[in-house]
């Protein structure tokens, strides 16, 4: 075999390697959960929001409303080749508390509890976001008029 043929196979070997590897399914992990061994030391009816901190960590998201519960949510993506990421697992656990501030229920969802609830966060949009930096420079051509220019120059 020449070294050119040689050369050309190893090419095309390197090449079909590439394409099959960019076929595998990458997966990524988001969130956190505290282990079951963890959450045992946390006791229903004596804790409080601040020693479930201690205890466990902060939760990923704390309840708008009245400060009804902690929930830490924990999900699995799968990355495929050119299809849309699809989340494989979800486990939320929910801890809610009283009116007092201390623990009263604890409570583990995933994915075939229910629905998939979609997790977003709200932003105000600003309409200045949706002017360019150029146009906002040139919007200020021709705002000036010769009073503006009398009153500066005294």
């Given amino acids: 075999m020449t070294g050119i043929g ?22 990524s992990s988001h969130g956190y959960v505290p282990l079951e061994e963890d959450l045992q030391q946390v006791v229903v009816g004596v804790d409080t929001r601040a020693s479930v901190e201690d205890l466990i960590g902060v939760p990923t998201i704390s309840g708008m409303a009245n400060e009804s519960g902690y929930y830490y949510i924990e999900s699995n993506v ?34 075939e509890d229910g629905m998939i609830v ?14 360019s930096f150029i ?3 040139f919007g200020n051509i021709g705002g000036f008029s010769a009073e503006d220019l009398v009153g500066a120059s005294r």
């Fill in 135 to 137: 146009r906002k420079l």
């Fill in 78 to 111: 799968r990355n495929f080749a050119y299809r849309a990421p699809e989340e494989i697992s979800r486990e939320v656990l929910a801890i809610s508390f009283d009116s007092a501030g201390v623990v009263s229920n604890i409570e583990r969802y995933g994915l």
């Fill in 6 to 27: 040689l050369k050309l196979r190893l090419g095309l070997l390197t090449v079909a390697f590439g394409v099959l590897s960019a076929c595998t399914a990458q997966y």
């Fill in 118 to 131: 979609p997790i977003s966060r709200r932003v105000t949009d600003s309409s200045a976001g949706d002017i």
